[in-house]
T-cell receptor, first 114, second 111 residues
Framework: AQTVTQSQPEMSVQEAETVTLSCTYD???????LFWYKQPPSRQMILVIR??????QNATENRFSVNFQKAAKSFSLKISDSQLGDAAMYFC???????????FGKGTKLSVKP | SQTIHQWPATLVQPVGSPLSLECTVE??????LYWYRQAAGRGLQLLFY??????ISSEVPQNLSASRPQDRQFILSSKKLLLSDSGFYLC??????????FGEGSRLTVL
């Protein structure tokens, strides 16, 4: 069974600073995808970034980047130049099974201090 | 444009009452559809998914059920709600491998 673990229930960062959110996963799949989703106070889940396991290059989306360590099964999210609007719950997820079912971690609540 | 709508947004129901949450998708055809539940302080739990009309797969045993009467409509139901059914319910469709597009969510409180 696939599992996703986020060991940081809460994190805090100063505006304009950089923060890294941790995620580890376990899967028996040889080809898989990993994701970070953001859930702001409005509660609608938004895809932040995705990584295809067969790609060695770490994915980046503007201020968001990942550190994908396949052997260690680690998939951390780095947010650079943090903004107040980055405050949200962040969920790490892995793609499991043939039907596109995502397995989510329990989330990390990120606070951004002005 | 592709959109997904859920309603109602908020619902307060007594224990033992029925439930119906609706989700509709626009701008796509034959989508894979999903119902997730987010309980307080926990991550998202997949409840049901559907790959087509009338095709429902359940991920966890519970007193909830799902139906897909039309290609772009996905309904979550219960005949008798339990206190433990309280939570935030999210509908989503699969826009790409693992790339889920979520609705606005429905907050259910069972009293």
């Amino acid at each position: 069974a696939q599992t996703v673990t986020q060991s940081q229930p809460e994190m805090s960062v100063q505006e304009a600073e950089t923060v890294t959110l941790s995620c580890t996963y376990d899967t028996s799949e040889s080809d898989y995808y990993l994701f970070w989703y953001k859930q702001p106070p409005s509660r609608q889940m938004i895809l932040v970034i995705r990584q295809e396991a067969y790609k060695q290059q770490n994915a980046t989306e503007n201020r968001f980047s990942v550190n994908f360590q396949k052997a260690a099964k680690s998939f951390s999210l780095k947010i650079s130049d943090s903004q107040l609007g980055d405050a949200a719950m962040y969920f790490c997820a892995s793609l499991g099974g043939s039907q596109g079912n995502l397995i989510f971690g329990k989330g990390t609540k990120l606070s951004v201090k002005p | 444009s592709q959109t997904i709508h859920q309603w109602p947004a908020t619902l307060v129901q007594p224990v033992g009452s029925p439930l119906s949450l609706e989700c509709t998708v626009e701008g796509t055809s034959n989508p894979n559809l999903y119902w997730y539940r987010q309980a307080a302080g926990r991550g998202l739990q997949l409840l049901f998914y559907s790959v087509g009309i009338g095709q429902i797969s359940s991920e966890v045993p519970q007193n909830l059920s799902a139906s897909r009467p039309q290609d772009r409509q996905f309904i979550l139901s219960s005949k008798k709600l339990l206190l433990s059914d309280s939570g935030f319910y999210l509908c989503a469709w699969n826009r790409g491998p693992g790339e889920l597009f979520f609705g606005e969510g429905s907050r259910l409180t069972v009293l």
